[in-house]
């Protein structure tokens, strides 16, 4: 089957019609991904010397205002998010103490700009290259999020953070944030720092293209701020690659590492490693020249053994640099399984730990699906979104996991679906289902059936359909746009043998035979 890599991080989409209505139809919690996720493990503690910093036990220590024309403010506190979407509690390492907190979505007003800023300034003189650093719990929205940095109170220089979440992407709990600010506070005898959530009615001053859904987003959580040297050498693992839990997992897998240089000098010599369930170590040495603050991707040569199947496989990586100076950002750990077909049934309600495990995606607007809270059966369903993610005409699929049909054998495949609470001549869906055996657009050779996605109720959609020949299958649902813009929703996939029910023979007795 096509192998679907699975990455470190979250990638999912929200987009809506407007901000209360998002509110009713956007569930939020992890959209596609695997149930198998990465983790990122913490290792050890920067050795850097601190030249300030801030727990947030304090909230004098901290100035809260709002940007012109709003009126949504940080708080600093113990308490989580308090609107229905709340993310929950940061896992920081002074959480205990105070932490601060934008609730983009207990406000939900449409239009947010607030600032947190350091009450005093911050004497950064012979230090020349410095970079802040804080844990954070973040899911992005239709927002974004930056540090302002300024020398004198009243001018800013913003730097972005957060740029490669896409819309419902979470962060890991915590994760640790740095942020080169030498450019503007290196060597400065005052300085302040701002946290500035930003996501207004009209969102187009920093250049973001939000949608329709500004200023009700989700949590931004921020603790245990520092201001420290950057070292010589910090190297960081940022994301590592390898095949998504899939049905043909093989022993030669690929590991891609994506690192990146922190320090100020260029890294080289260095070794890359990875251990697939605490079994033999693969090792290699990196050749080339990682610049500093550059970004560089390597593929391992030595492949993994994913092949054994219903094993979940543990990916354990790092970067070995000697003088490092951080070691908490050197190594990761992935998950994937080689999964086990089912055999006549296919059953996913999109709920639950293990929703969607082994299912995939394909086409332009991947970042459209996401886990919807207007479900059929509670808590989500799974919904495409015609926002802020489509990047290209809509022309996608998703792809079931894998199962084992028999040919000559009648099977059915239904669904549940929905269009959201709005009128019908503005949104509808047309979703073509089809089969193969493979999860790949290429492979989707035999059609189940076709439906126009058009009510405001959940609807239900049933097919009958036979395979040419005994084997291992994916369904896929096609997406494409009917007469409106495509938004829906879809809940209670069952595939299953179609068995006919009726009477064997009537006879002037209480005996009733049925079949089968």
Request: hydrophobic share 40%.
């Amino acid at each position: 089957m096509k192998k679907i890599y699975l990455t470190l991080g979250l990638s999912v989409l929200l987009a809506g019609a407007n901000a209360q209505q998002k509110k009713q139809s956007k569930q939020k919690t992890t959209a596609i991904e695997n149930s198998i996720k990465t983790a990122r493990a913490n290792h050890g503690a920067s050795t850097q010397a601190v030249i300030w910093s801030n727990d947030f036990s304090s909230a004098a220590t901290w100035t809260m205002t709002a940007g012109a024309g709003t009126t949504a403010l940080w708080s600093i506190g113990t308490t989580p998010g308090a609107g229905t979407y709340s993310i929950g509690l940061i896992a920081s390492t002074t959480a205990a103490n105070g932490f601060a907190l934008f609730d983009s979505d207990n406000d939900c007003s449409g239009n947010q700009i607030a600032h947190l800023t350091t009450t005093s300034s911050i004497n950064l003189v012979g230090h020349p290259t410095v970079r802040l650093k804080f844990q954070q719990l973040y899911r992005e929205d239709a927002d974004s999020t930056r540090i302002g940095i300024s020398t004198n109170g009243t001018t800013w220089a913003y730097l972005p953070i957060n740029t490669t979440y896409t819309a419902d992407a979470m962060s890991a709990n915590p994760e640790t944030v740095k942020v080169d600010i030498s450019s503007v506070a290196g060597n400065q005898a005052t300085v302040w720092v701002r946290f500035t959530y930003y996501s207004p009615t009209a969102a187009s001053t920093w250049g973001a293209s939000y949608g329709t859904n500004n200023g009700c987003g989700y949590n931004w959580l921020v603790d245990d701020a520092v201001i420290e040297d950057i070292p010589a050498i910090d190297a960081a693992i940022t994301k590592a690659t390898i095949a998504a839990p899939d049905c043909d997992l093989t022993s030669t897998e690929t590991v891609i590492l994506n690192i990146k240089n922190n320090g100020i000098a260029a890294m080289t010599g260095f070794s890359l490693s990875y251990k697939v369930n605490l079994l033999t170590s693969v090792t290699e040495t990196y050749t080339g020249s990682v610049a500093a603050g550059a970004t560089a991707t390597y593929t391992f040569t030595g492949m993994a053994n994913f092949s054994a199947p219903g094993v979940v496989q543990t990916v354990a990586t790092a970067i070995i640099l000697t003088g490092d100076a951080d070691p908490s950002n050197d190594k990761d750990t992935a998950r994937t399984e080689n999964l086990i077909p089912t055999v006549d049934t296919l059953n996913e309600n999109f709920d639950g730990t293990s929703a969607m495990l082994g299912w995939s995606y394909a086409g332009a607007n991947q970042g459209a699906w996401y886990f919807s809270g207007i479900n059929h059966s509670a808590p989500t369903a799974l919904g495409f979104n015609n926002g802020a993610a489509i990047t290209s005409g809509i022309d996608d699929w998703v792809f079931t996991n894998c199962v084992n049909l028999t040919a000559g054998t009648s099977y059915y495949l239904s669904y549940w679906g929905i269009v959201p609470t709005s009128t019908l001549t503005t949104y509808d869906a047309l979703i073509t289902t089809k089969i193969g055996n493979n999860n790949t657009i290429a492979s989707m050779t035999t059609s189940i059936g076709s439906d126009v996605l058009d009510s405001l109720a959940y609807k239900y959609y049933r097919h009958v359909f036979t395979v040419p020949t005994t084997g291992t299958y994916n369904v896929g649902f096609h997406v494409q746009p009917n007469n409106h813009d495509t938004w829906f929703r879809i809940d209670d996939v069952l595939l299953g043998i179609n068995r006919a029910f009726g009477i064997n023979s009537i006879v002037n007795s209480k005996d009733l035979s049925v079949y089968p």
